[in-house]
């Protein structure tokens, strides 16, 4: 009986747990703990891995699974398999190479890459690395238009597909380790993006502060107002500017649909309710990601695996469905699509690849993913990805107590 796996293994390293447990004696604290834990106590995060375990697969038998096609449409691209590599900010900080190894894994492997407004690679050297293969850029929508339309301009200029605008950060989530370590990018990394901006705002605001009185000077952190909210004035760093409490659907969604124009469409990451999903259909988004941020945002919010089954319904494929978050293996891929889901994508596996290898690392992880994929649906007794349905699954109580979806 052939092996389902068509690569070669890395013997040190046969499952993403594994990858994991190797990234985390290679990276150093600040990057490791930054990566890796959750909002406050981490129980969202724990639970987005606990939800895959509610449900079990009903596998079918003698179905002729000689052909398996793990292919799925995105952009009017044909991805290996169902699933994207989420945007996750500063991948420099797992290997130099960063973005540019995910990137360059992403197209080997054919698989859509979403890249970090707060990458440390540009968005242009990354397209280029990317050559045909489809990006998505994650947008933050600053309280300053300027910046976020410069980045939508640039985005489209080099031919991202699409803007995934991340609604689930209008405050920025607590986390207590990168509290406790005190985080800061080291020196010799930039928020590459912004890195002209910087430089020439920084003129400007010395030029200013000088003319201010002692008093008002702002710390590192930029502005603190009358309700101790940071002012996002300052440098751009992901302490003030990745948050924007202003953002609504009235005068947001409408804003940035016009900026993208016809050729960039226009997702909202992080929605996690039917109404929320119903909301972006009205205001006329193409398509949706349900996400808590891998655990990072909301604590004791729900399992993104929880939530998903509610916009689905909502949702009646009006427009594609999408989910992240605590996604280990292929198949957790499957429950995803068996309960509704279009396409999954994640963020962490792919950090600790990095760490682990580099572009090698990445490759190697997604490798793992697409073979474990592959493997469950023909052990399931699916060909097709249309075909995975709720009637693959059942879900177990705490008692143990199955029942039919
Ligand atoms: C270190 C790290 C950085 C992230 N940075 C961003 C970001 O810049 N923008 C964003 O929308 N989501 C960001 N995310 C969230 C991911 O896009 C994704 O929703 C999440 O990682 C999925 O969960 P998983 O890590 O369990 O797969 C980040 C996640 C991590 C772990
Ligand atoms: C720049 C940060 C806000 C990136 C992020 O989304 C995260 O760390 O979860």
């Not at 895959?52 to 952009?75: G, H």
């Not at 939508?152 to 509290?179: C, H, M, S, W």
Request: charged share 25%.
């Amino acid at each position: 009986m052939a092996n389902a796996s068509t690569t070669p293994h890395d013997l040190n390293c046969l499952t993403i747990d594994e990858l994991e447990a190797h990234a985390a004696k290679i990276m150093d604290k600040q990057t490791r703990d930054y990566y890796n834990e959750g909002a406050d106590s981490g129980s969202t995060l724990r639970e987005n891995l606990d939800a895959f375990k509610k449900y079990r697969i009903r596998p079918r038998v003698l179905r002729d699974v000689s052909r398996i096609d793990t292919s799925a449409n995105i952009f009017g691209h044909k991805n290996s398999i169902p699933l994207g590599v989420a945007p996750t900010a500063m991948q420099c900080l797992a290997h130099e190479e960063g973005e540019l190894a995910t990137a360059r894994a992403c197209k080997k492997m054919n698989v859509v890459m979403g890249l970090s407004s707060f990458a440390t690679t540009t968005l242009e050297d990354v397209a280029e690395a990317s050559g045909d293969n489809p990006n998505v850029l994650q947008l933050y929508l600053f309280e300053s238009r300027d910046h976020s339309r410069k980045l939508i301009q640039r985005a489209k200029k080099a031919g991202y597909k699409a803007v995934f605008l991340t609604v689930d950060t209008p405050i920025l989530g607590r986390r207590n380790l990168e509290i406790r370590n005190q985080f800061k990018l080291p020196k010799h990394f930039k928020i590459a993006n912004f890195a002209q901006d910087e430089a020439e705002k920084e003129g400007e605001r010395q030029q200013e502060e000088q003319a201010r009185p002692q008093a008002q000077r702002r710390s590192s952190a930029g502005y603190l107002d009358g309700d101790n909210r940071v002012q996002p004035s300052g440098p751009i760093t992901f302490h003030t500017h990745a948050a924007n409490p202003t953002l609504s659907w009235e005068t947001d969604i409408e804003w940035l649909k016009k900026e993208c124009g016809p050729n960039m469409q226009v997702w909202v990451k992080g929605i996690a309710t039917a109404e929320d999903a119903l909301l972006a259909i009205e205001h006329g988004v193409d398509g949706i990601v349900v996400s808590n941020h891998g655990g990072r945002q909301l604590n004791g919010a729900m399992a993104t695996l929880d939530a998903l089954p509610d916009v689905v319904a909502a949702v009646q494929k009006r427009i594609p469905v999408h989910v992240d978050g605590g996604i280990r293996h292929g198949t957790d891929v499957f429950k995803a699509l068996a309960l509704g889901a279009d396409f999954v994508w994640i963020g962490r596996p792919v950090l600790w690849g990095l760490a682990y290898k580099g572009q090698e690392g990445v490759e190697l992880c997604l490798r793992l993913l697409a073979d474990e994929f592959k493997l469950c649906m023909g052990l399931a007794g699916t060909i097709k990805i249309k075909d995975i349905s709720k009637d693959y699954l059942v879900k177990m109580d705490r008692s143990g107590f199955v029942s039919r979806l």
